[in-house]
Protein backbone atom coordinates (compact mmCIF):
# COMPACT_ATOMS: atom_id res chain seq x y z
CA UNK A 1 0.00 0.00 0.00
CA UNK A 2 1.48 3.64 -0.92
CA UNK A 3 1.84 5.75 1.92
CA UNK A 4 0.52 9.17 1.77
CA UNK A 5 2.17 11.35 4.76
CA UNK A 6 1.21 15.13 5.06
CA UNK A 7 2.03 18.06 6.69
CA UNK A 8 2.50 20.40 8.86
CA UNK A 9 -0.96 18.76 10.36
CA UNK A 10 -2.40 21.94 11.05
CA UNK A 11 -1.37 25.17 9.65
CA UNK A 12 -2.49 28.43 11.15
CA UNK A 13 -2.51 31.40 9.05
CA UNK A 14 -4.32 34.84 8.70
CA UNK A 15 -6.35 35.78 5.78
CA UNK A 16 -4.42 37.34 2.55
CA UNK A 17 -1.03 34.76 3.52
CA UNK A 18 0.45 32.35 1.69
CA UNK A 19 -0.23 28.47 2.35
CA UNK A 20 1.98 25.53 1.72
CA UNK A 21 1.01 22.43 2.62
CA UNK A 22 2.85 19.23 1.55
CA UNK A 23 2.60 15.65 0.58
CA UNK A 24 5.05 12.80 0.54
CA UNK A 25 4.52 9.31 -0.71
CA UNK A 26 6.27 6.45 0.32
CA UNK A 27 6.84 5.12 -3.41
CA UNK A 28 6.71 7.06 -6.03
CA UNK A 29 3.06 8.04 -8.09
CA UNK A 30 4.90 9.41 -10.63
CA UNK A 31 1.95 12.60 -10.95
CA UNK A 32 -1.07 10.84 -10.34
CA UNK A 33 -1.85 12.80 -7.15
CA UNK A 34 -4.81 15.22 -6.08
CA UNK A 35 -6.00 17.58 -3.86
CA UNK A 36 -9.43 17.91 -1.53
CA UNK A 37 -10.56 20.74 0.58
CA UNK A 38 -13.48 19.06 3.32
CA UNK A 39 -14.95 22.01 4.97
CA UNK A 40 -16.76 20.61 8.42
CA UNK A 41 -20.11 18.57 7.95
CA UNK A 42 -19.56 18.33 4.03
CA UNK A 43 -18.10 16.00 1.52
CA UNK A 44 -14.96 16.29 0.09
CA UNK A 45 -14.24 18.94 -2.88
CA UNK A 46 -11.69 17.92 -5.70
CA UNK A 47 -9.32 20.72 -6.26
CA UNK A 48 -6.42 19.82 -8.23
CA UNK A 49 -6.10 16.80 -10.07
CA UNK A 50 -2.93 14.89 -11.55
CA UNK A 51 -0.37 17.01 -9.31
CA UNK A 52 -0.80 20.63 -11.11
CA UNK A 53 -4.70 20.63 -13.09
CA UNK A 54 -7.15 22.65 -11.46
CA UNK A 55 -10.75 20.77 -11.09
CA UNK A 56 -12.99 22.82 -12.86
CA UNK A 57 -14.76 25.81 -11.35
CA UNK A 58 -11.77 26.20 -8.87
CA UNK A 59 -10.19 29.44 -8.46
CA UNK A 60 -6.55 30.07 -9.84
CA UNK A 61 -4.96 31.35 -6.27
CA UNK A 62 -5.18 26.94 -5.96
CA UNK A 63 -2.26 25.99 -7.49
CA UNK A 64 -0.13 22.20 -7.26
CA UNK A 65 3.33 20.92 -7.64
CA UNK A 66 5.37 17.92 -7.46
CA UNK A 67 6.20 14.40 -8.78
CA UNK A 68 7.25 11.43 -8.03
CA UNK A 69 7.17 11.14 -3.97
CA UNK A 70 6.91 15.31 -2.90
CA UNK A 71 3.84 17.15 -3.71
CA UNK A 72 2.56 20.22 -2.76
CA UNK A 73 -0.56 22.42 -2.61
CA UNK A 74 -0.31 26.38 -2.93
CA UNK A 75 -2.98 28.63 -1.65
CA UNK A 76 -1.39 32.17 -2.83
CA UNK A 77 -3.86 33.97 -0.92
CA UNK A 78 -6.01 33.11 2.04
CA UNK A 79 -9.76 33.85 1.67
CA UNK A 80 -11.98 32.79 4.66
CA UNK A 81 -13.59 30.41 3.12
CA UNK A 82 -10.74 28.21 2.34
CA UNK A 83 -9.76 27.73 5.79
CA UNK A 84 -10.42 24.01 5.99
CA UNK A 85 -8.97 19.97 6.28
CA UNK A 86 -7.01 19.05 3.39
CA UNK A 87 -6.30 15.81 1.97
CA UNK A 88 -3.86 14.49 -1.22
CA UNK A 89 -4.99 11.44 -2.74
CA UNK A 90 -2.65 9.17 -5.15
CA UNK A 91 -4.25 6.87 -7.74
CA UNK A 92 -0.78 5.20 -8.84
CA UNK A 93 -2.13 1.66 -8.02
CA UNK A 94 -5.71 2.37 -8.90
CA UNK A 95 -8.29 1.26 -7.68
CA UNK A 96 -6.77 0.97 -4.33
CA UNK A 97 -6.22 4.50 -4.17
CA UNK A 98 -5.03 5.94 -0.84
CA UNK A 99 -5.60 9.04 0.93
CA UNK A 100 -3.12 11.24 3.54
CA UNK A 101 -3.55 12.18 7.08
CA UNK A 102 -4.76 16.16 6.25
CA UNK A 103 -3.56 19.28 6.87
CA UNK A 104 -5.83 21.44 8.64
CA UNK A 105 -5.50 25.54 7.90
CA UNK A 106 -6.93 27.36 10.57
CA UNK A 107 -7.16 31.12 11.00
CA UNK A 108 -4.21 32.66 13.07
CA UNK B 1 -29.28 18.80 -10.85
CA UNK B 2 -26.16 16.13 -10.72
CA UNK B 3 -25.89 14.64 -7.38
CA UNK B 4 -25.58 11.43 -4.94
CA UNK B 5 -27.70 11.28 -2.55
CA UNK B 6 -26.64 8.38 0.34
CA UNK B 7 -29.26 6.77 2.68
CA UNK B 8 -29.48 3.72 4.88
CA UNK B 9 -27.06 4.59 7.59
CA UNK B 10 -27.87 4.41 11.13
CA UNK B 11 -26.68 2.41 14.69
CA UNK B 12 -26.06 -1.18 14.32
CA UNK B 13 -24.90 -4.10 16.61
CA UNK B 14 -21.22 -5.75 16.19
CA UNK B 15 -21.76 -8.54 14.09
CA UNK B 16 -24.63 -6.87 12.50
CA UNK B 17 -25.79 -6.37 8.76
CA UNK B 18 -27.05 -2.54 6.92
CA UNK B 19 -27.41 -1.64 3.73
CA UNK B 20 -26.67 1.79 2.10
CA UNK B 21 -28.11 3.49 -0.75
CA UNK B 22 -26.69 5.76 -3.19
CA UNK B 23 -29.13 7.54 -5.25
CA UNK B 24 -27.73 9.20 -8.27
CA UNK B 25 -29.53 11.99 -10.48
CA UNK B 26 -28.35 14.11 -13.51
CA UNK B 27 -26.08 11.41 -15.02
CA UNK B 28 -26.14 7.66 -15.22
CA UNK B 29 -24.49 5.31 -12.70
CA UNK B 30 -24.33 2.33 -15.27
CA UNK B 31 -21.90 4.21 -17.54
CA UNK B 32 -19.46 5.46 -14.86
CA UNK B 33 -17.72 4.39 -12.16
CA UNK B 34 -18.55 5.21 -8.11
CA UNK B 35 -16.80 3.98 -4.89
CA UNK B 36 -17.83 4.28 -1.22
CA UNK B 37 -15.25 6.01 0.59
CA UNK B 38 -15.12 6.38 4.73
CA UNK B 39 -14.84 8.82 7.27
CA UNK B 40 -14.29 7.49 10.78
CA UNK B 41 -15.35 10.28 13.21
CA UNK B 42 -12.34 12.80 13.50
CA UNK B 43 -10.64 10.99 11.19
CA UNK B 44 -8.95 11.04 7.54
CA UNK B 45 -10.30 9.53 4.33
CA UNK B 46 -10.50 5.65 3.39
CA UNK B 47 -11.57 4.55 -0.04
CA UNK B 48 -13.55 1.11 0.60
CA UNK B 49 -15.23 -0.06 -2.68
CA UNK B 50 -15.78 0.41 -6.40
CA UNK B 51 -17.89 -0.58 -9.40
CA UNK B 52 -17.05 -0.29 -12.71
CA UNK B 53 -18.94 0.44 -15.43
CA UNK B 54 -18.81 -2.56 -16.61
CA UNK B 55 -19.68 -4.11 -13.26
CA UNK B 56 -16.08 -5.15 -12.24
CA UNK B 57 -16.20 -4.70 -8.37
CA UNK B 58 -12.90 -3.99 -5.83
CA UNK B 59 -12.91 -3.83 -2.09
CA UNK B 60 -9.95 -2.77 -0.12
CA UNK B 61 -8.79 -5.70 2.20
CA UNK B 62 -10.14 -4.29 5.72
CA UNK B 63 -13.70 -5.04 4.13
CA UNK B 64 -13.31 -7.97 2.15
CA UNK B 65 -15.49 -10.64 2.24
CA UNK B 66 -17.61 -8.88 4.51
CA UNK B 67 -18.78 -5.66 2.28
CA UNK B 68 -20.59 -6.22 -1.33
CA UNK B 69 -20.99 -3.13 -3.39
CA UNK B 70 -23.96 -3.67 -6.20
CA UNK B 71 -25.98 -1.44 -8.44
CA UNK B 72 -29.54 -1.24 -9.80
CA UNK B 73 -29.53 0.27 -13.09
CA UNK B 74 -33.44 0.56 -13.49
CA UNK B 75 -33.49 2.92 -10.57
CA UNK B 76 -29.94 4.30 -10.95
CA UNK B 77 -28.85 3.58 -7.63
CA UNK B 78 -25.61 2.17 -6.06
CA UNK B 79 -25.45 0.18 -3.06
CA UNK B 80 -23.14 -1.24 -0.04
CA UNK B 81 -24.31 -4.00 1.36
CA UNK B 82 -22.51 -4.47 4.73
CA UNK B 83 -22.16 -7.45 7.09
CA UNK B 84 -20.15 -8.91 10.22
CA UNK B 85 -19.88 -4.90 10.94
CA UNK B 86 -17.39 -3.94 13.84
CA UNK B 87 -16.72 -1.34 15.76
CA UNK B 88 -13.75 -0.10 13.34
CA UNK B 89 -16.19 -0.08 10.40
CA UNK B 90 -18.15 3.49 12.02
CA UNK B 91 -18.05 6.43 9.69
CA UNK B 92 -19.46 8.48 7.40
CA UNK B 93 -19.68 6.72 4.21
CA UNK B 94 -19.76 8.78 1.35
CA UNK B 95 -20.54 7.45 -2.50
CA UNK B 96 -18.60 9.40 -5.21
CA UNK B 97 -17.78 9.38 -8.72
CA UNK B 98 -14.33 8.88 -10.39
CA UNK B 99 -13.29 11.70 -12.71
CA UNK B 100 -14.15 11.16 -16.46
CA UNK B 101 -13.17 13.76 -18.34
CA UNK B 102 -14.12 12.47 -22.49
CA UNK B 103 -13.60 9.20 -21.80
CA UNK B 104 -10.37 8.93 -20.05
CA UNK B 105 -10.97 7.97 -16.51
CA UNK B 106 -8.63 9.86 -13.68
CA UNK B 107 -9.04 7.91 -10.60
CA UNK B 108 -10.16 10.78 -8.83
CA UNK B 109 -13.63 11.93 -7.39
CA UNK B 110 -15.50 14.37 -8.62
CA UNK B 111 -18.74 14.33 -7.25
CA UNK B 112 -19.48 13.40 -3.75
CA UNK B 113 -22.75 12.91 -1.76
CA UNK B 114 -23.55 14.27 1.80
CA UNK B 115 -22.71 10.86 3.40
CA UNK B 116 -24.42 8.78 5.61
CA UNK B 117 -23.25 8.12 9.32
CA UNK B 118 -22.84 3.99 10.32
CA UNK B 119 -22.66 3.72 14.26
CA UNK B 120 -21.51 -0.27 15.35
CA UNK B 121 -21.68 -0.38 18.62
CA UNK B 122 -23.71 -2.54 21.62
Known amino acids: EIVLTQSPATLSLSPGERATLSCRASQSVSSYLAWYQQKPGQAPRLLIYDASNRATGIPARFSGSGSGTDFTLTISSLEPEDFAVYYCQQRSNWPLVTFGGGTKVEIK | ?122
Open chain 2, 1 to 122: EVQLVETGGGLIQPGGSLRLSCAASGFIVSNTYISWVRQAPGKGLEWVSIIYSGGSTYYADSVKGRFTISRDNSKNTLFLQMNRLRAEDTAVYYCARVLDYGGNLYWYFDLWGRGTLVTVSS
